[in-house]
């Protein structure tokens, strides 16, 4: 068992800057890919960045130069700069036991999410 848990979400003007975090506790030795999804009020669930456990990262083409991935030993982040409204979305980290696909039906277990809203 994977136990995930986001912080860090709220609201920010346009232009502005989060940071999310979310631990990762329980059996983590089996985990290959650690990534961020989000979903806006009535559309698709979407994968923003990914972190395989050997280094490569992966984003969506409209967060790429805005928003970085990045963890440590018991935590995933994502650094997101110069929000836009329509990065408005609930945030959720997830941990697969394969390597990054970015199919989100490869993904284990998932955190409970954390809401970013921005306002132009």
Not at 15 to 24: P, T
Not at 53 to 62: C, L
């Amino acid at each position: 068992q994977v136990q995930l848990q986001e912080s860090g979400g709220g609201s920010v003007q346009a232009g502005g800057s989060r940071r999310l975090s979310c631990v990762v506790s329980g059996y983590t030795y089996s985990i290959y890919c650690r990534a961020w999804f989000r979903q806006a009020p009535g559309k698709e669930r979407e994968g923003v960045a990914s972190l395989d456990s050997d280094g490569p990262t992966n984003y969506t083409d409209s967060v790429k130069g805005r928003f970085t991935i990045s963890r440590d030993a018991n935590t995933l982040y994502l650094q997101m700069n110069d929000l836009k409204p329509e990065d408005t979305a609930m945030y959720y980290c997830a941990t697969s036991h394969r390597y990054c696909s970015g199919d989100s039906s490869d993904f284990n277990y998932w955190g409970q999410g954390t809401q970013v809203t921005v306002s132009s």
